[in-house]
């Protein structure tokens, strides 16, 4: 192979690996500390492809994202772009995925893990599915999928239907004494 293409390769190879780590930095980052934006990301796998053709980016093995206190670890992350070359769908799969950030400075770091993480950069739509859980300060929302919108500020957690009465894949809410007054319908 050609000197100039191989290092063309690698150039392409390592844009590609950036635009992708700030795409998935930016969809956990709408929460994060101003100061999250104005650090490195570090991306690390054990394998990374990208398909020109498809638009398709894969990172494998032991992914890790960090930017600031947000940090991604995933088995895989798939990012699929546009027609215009922009991202329009990332996926991290776990055995969970999990991501951390915080989200502000007085406060514990928001933490998230499910089977699947997806992000649709279109939509400002990320669902967590699988055995979803988001927790802060002893805070936390379970169900077998979480949808949160970035736009509209709303999350729907779904559950799956259990005549028994028991928490077993049903949604599940903790909330906190010290925060219990802010919840809606709480009295004084």
Do not use: W
């Not at 995925?97 to 993480?117: C, E, L």
């Amino acid at each position: 192979m050609n000197l100039n293409l191989k290092q063309h390769m690698s150039k392409v190879l390592f844009l590609k690996a950036a635009l992708l780590g700030s795409f998935a930095l930016a969809s956990a980052g709408v929460f994060a500390l101003p100061s999250d934006r104005s650090q490195p990301i570090s991306l690390v796998a054990d394998r990374a492809t990208f398909n020109e053709k498809t638009g398709i980016t894969t990172y494998s093995g032991n992914v890790i994202i960090e930017q600031g206190t947000m940090k991604l670890q995933a088995a895989s992350i798939v990012a699929n772009l546009n027609s215009r070359k922009e991202i329009s769908v990332i996926t991290a799969s776990g055995g969970p995925a999990r991501f951390q950030q915080k989200t502000d400075p007085a406060k514990g770091p928001a933490k998230g893990q499910a089977q699947k993480i997806i992000y649709n950069a279109e939509s400002g739509i990320i669902t967590l599915s699988g055995n979803a859980l988001l927790e802060q300060d002893g805070a936390s929302i379970k169900g077998a999928t979480l949808k949160y919108s970035m736009n509209k500020g709303d999350i729907v957690a779904e559950g799956t239907p259990n005549n028994t009465g028991s928490e077993n894949g049903r949604v599940k809410i903790v909330i906190p004494p010290s925060s219990s007054k802010s919840f809606p319908g709480a009295r004084d």
